[in-house]
């Protein structure tokens, strides 16, 4: 399975970014897909999560409300759309996917997935 990643930009504070991620190779619908972000000088952390099937997703509380994650079964792509961007978003974001480790918190345990793409960076300007 791989994963590319892309959308990353420069934009003012305020502004949307649309997050795309295209998955090759051999990807079931039992897997469970990710972004998770890295800011400078920071750990990797969650930002969202959406179930294989597509009918749950979940989204870190730094996030919620304004990101939005998507998949299209049809393009083998996954979506990060990301509204009202603020300074604290720059990171470069990277894409994952996997098949999920037992646990109510399975989202965002990086151990939930075993594949991940190159990350694209997101710059925030305030």
């Known amino acids: 399975v791989q994963l590319q990643a892309s959308g990353g930009g420069l934009v003012q504070a305020g502004a949307s970014l649309r997050l795309s991620c295209v998955v090759s190779?051999?990807?079931?619908?039992?897997?469970?897909w990710g972004w998770f972000r890295q800011a400078p000088g920071k750990e990797r952390e969650f930002a969202a999560a959406?179930?294989?099937?597509?009918?749950?997703?979940y989204y870190a509380d730094s996030v919620e409300g304004r990101f939005t994650i998507s998949r299209d079964i049809s393009k083998n792509t996954v979506y990060l759309q990301m509204n009202s961007l603020e300074s604290e978003d720059t990171a470069v974001y990277y894409c994952?996917?996997?098949?999920?480790?037992?646990?109510?918190?399975?989202?965002?345990?990086?151990?939930?997935?075993?594949?991940w793409g190159q990350g694209t960076e997101v710059t925030v300007s305030s």
């Open positions: 959406i179930s294989g099937g597509g009918g749950s997703a």
């Open positions: 994952a996917a996997g098949r999920p480790v037992l646990g109510r918190t399975w989202y965002k345990q990086e151990s939930s997935y075993a594949y």
């Open positions: 190779g051999r990807a079931t619908n039992s897997y469970v």
